[in-house]
T-cell receptor, first 115, second 113 residues
């Protein structure tokens, strides 16, 4: 496989469930990201991992927990979500050169519905 | 407060004509700008970018213009094709902000045959 792969493509979960989203990149990139796309809102950055170290994003509720075990894999662990967390969750990767990444490669996203 | 804004949520253009998508930003520290294209059920794909040291970058049918004094950039597609119908996102990167891109809300382009 090439590019950035996200699984599952669709997920429906109850508010008391625990689930995880998975992202895998086959591009040799050294940075990975989670973005949230809600209806009629800009893409919102949730988490950044650069060289497997996490850049904190204090505005993300603790019910979202990222994990980056290596430079090719990124997870987003979900627990006790709310209906307003329903959105498209996008993973992306990039190659950081110095202080800048010249564009991301996105996965196809996971469409999450919280019921 | 949105630092990158795309004020037109949608745009409809006839095939063969020019499409112009606009983007405004407020952060004067942004020094690199990108456009992404997104089809339904797919992730955004990189289209074209421009550094703040330039005012124009062209790639085939796609041209991005940057007006730093107005904090405005635009994407021109000439000629527009039905396959260009998608949501277009403008994004910006700030000097010394590492890897983070700030995205606009997107503009849905519809190219009519």
């Amino acid at each position: 496989e090439t590019g950035v792969t996200q699984t599952p493509r669709h997920l429906v979960m109850g508010m008391t469930n625990k689930k995880s989203l998975k992202c895998e990149q086959h591009l040799g990139h050294n940075a990975m990201y989670w973005y949230k796309q809600s209806a009629k809102k800009p893409l919102e950055l949730m988490f950044v991992y650069s060289l497997e170290e996490r850049v904190e994003n204090n505005s993300v509720p603790s019910r979202f927990s990222p994990e980056c075990p290596n430079s090719s894999h990124l997870f987003l662990h979900l627990h006790t979500l709310q209906p307003e967390d329903s959105a498209l969750y996008l993973c992306a990767s990039s190659q950081e050169q110095g202080r800048k990444a010249y564009g991301y490669t996105f996965g196809s996203g996971t469409r999450l519905t919280v019921v | 407060d949105q630092q990158v804004k795309q004020n037109s949520p949608s745009l409809s253009v006839q095939e063969g004509r020019i499409s112009i998508l606009n983007c405004d930003y407020t952060n004067s520290m942004f020094d690199y700008f990108l456009w992404y294209k997104k089809y339904p059920a797919e992730g955004p794909t990189f289209l074209i970018s421009i550094s703040s040291i330039k005012d124009k970058n062209e790639d085939g049918r796609f041209t991005v213009f940057l007006n730093k004094s107005a904090k405005h950039l635009s994407l021109h597609i000439v000629p527009s094709q039905p396959g260009d119908s998608a949501v277009y996102f403008c994004a910006a990167s700030e000097y010394n902000a590492g890897n983070m891109l700030t995205f606009g809300g997107g503009t849905r382009l519809m190219v009519k045959p």
